[in-house]
């Protein structure tokens, strides 16, 4: 604790109004407080010059043009972020529909794979066609048989004077023209059977159809059909088959007697 003394009249007379050593020691606080602020301030020179301190008025404005201008990039950054969401939706939608294309695809070709391209159902076509082939060469061989024995026998017939002769060989002709008449049913038996062939052709037509329609219709199919190169020799290109109504490319019956003329 300070110990106050008093000072004699001849002592304030030569000092005067010095501040006393208590005052000092109270004050040695604030004077170390402000060296150490003045030390910060040469520092902070040192290492650049600070701005000039604002204004009020000029301070104000200055957030407000700070602020107004995050705002804005905010308000960007928003718009970004929404057209990037509206795209991503499109994407989505897109998306589901090529899901759903995908889908109703798959659903087709299980159909076609459960009702015609297995094995049974595949077997059975093949079976009815060769039954065609083999039923329609057993006819046609039974008809030249038939029709050779009927030449033969009115040969012999125009040579024979006796009646009984003529007899059998009339009959023997009737005989062959019968057999020419069953061996003509195989015609009902062919088309049954190819009826069948054409109703599994027309399922598998119909399935397919439906799977193009899905991916856009004919035509956007043909856009990525590739180019079709004949890699047939010049003979095996005239061998095109038996000509359908409206077929080009085939020789009419005229342009071949024409080659006789």
């Not at 020419?180 to 049954?192: K, V, W, Y």
């Not at 059977?193 to 004919?218: C, D, L, P, Y």
Request: hydrophobic content about 40%.
């Amino acid at each position: 604790m300070a110990i106050h003394r008093k000072r004699f009249r001849v002592e304030e007379a030569i000092v005067g109004e010095m501040p006393s050593p208590e005052m000092i020691e109270e004050a040695a606080p604030m004077h170390s407080e402000i060296m150490a602020e003045l030390r910060a301030i040469r520092a902070q020179m040192a290492k650049g010059t600070p701005p000039a301190p604002l204004s009020g008025s000029a301070a104000m404005a200055a957030i407000d043009a700070s602020t107004a201008h995050e705002l804005s990039e905010a308000r960007t950054m928003l718009e970004t972020y929404r057209a990037q969401i509206e795209q991503c939706e499109k994407l989505k939608v897109e998306l589901d529909l090529i899901h759903d294309a995908i889908d109703r695809t798959k659903r087709e070709i299980a159909t076609l794979h459960g009702k015609s391209f297995d094995g049974g159902e595949m077997a059975k076509v093949n079976g009815e066609l060769g039954a065609v082939v083999g039923g329609t060469e057993q006819a046609t061989q039974q008809i030249l048989e038939a029709a050779e024995s009927i030449d033969q026998a009115a040969s012999a017939m125009s040579k024979v004077q006796s009646a009984d002769q003529q007899k059998r060989l009339a009959d023997d002709i009737q005989e062959r023209v019968i057999s020419i008449f069953e061996a003509c049913n195989f015609q009902d038996l062919t088309g049954q059977r190819i009826s069948k062939v054409m109703g599994t052709m027309k399922f598998i037509e119909q399935h397919i159809n439906a799977m193009m329609e899905i991916w856009g219709g004919v035509d956007a199919i043909k856009a990525h059909v590739p180019a079709h190169v004949d890699t047939r020799s010049e003979d095996d290109k005239l061998l095109n088959g038996p000509k359908l109504a409206g077929d080009v490319g085939h020789a009419s019956q005229d342009d071949i007697d024409a080659l006789f003329d």
